[in-house]
């Protein structure tokens, strides 16, 4: 992985960073949100037979830690081509 420059290598490490924060936040408010803060509040929806913030505290974080997963790939692989130092 080689830059260009010097301001392409700090460019593309401020927008790395800047989604992980991102994507770390959208983690958060799912996992501690809405699994333990509001899960009395979502209990009273019902999801496939299940109330709603059980759901999201046994399975609905993990199932959005894993959509976050493949968000970052795809988005790190177009700022891979955006800065050039994709490896393909």
């Known amino acids: ?10 460019a593309y490490w401020k927008e790395n960073l ?3 924060v991102k994507l770390l936040i959208i983690w958060f408010v ?3 949100g ?3 803060l509001l899960v009395d509040v979502l209990n009273n929806i019902q999801f496939f037979g ?3 913030g ?3 505290a046994q399975q609905g974080a993990i199932y959005v830690f894993v959509a976050l ?4 790939m795809a988005k790190m692989n177009a700022l891979d081509k955006k800065y050039g130092v994709n490896e393909d």
């Open 30 to 32: 799912v996992s501690f």
């Open 1 to 10: 992985m080689a830059f260009r420059n010097e301001e392409d290598k700090v």
């Open 50 to 52: 299940f109330k709603l």
């Open 18 to 20: 800047s989604l992980l």
């Open 69 to 72: 997963i493949f968000v970052y």
């Open 54 to 56: 059980f759901w999201f």
């Open 34 to 36: 809405a699994g333990i």
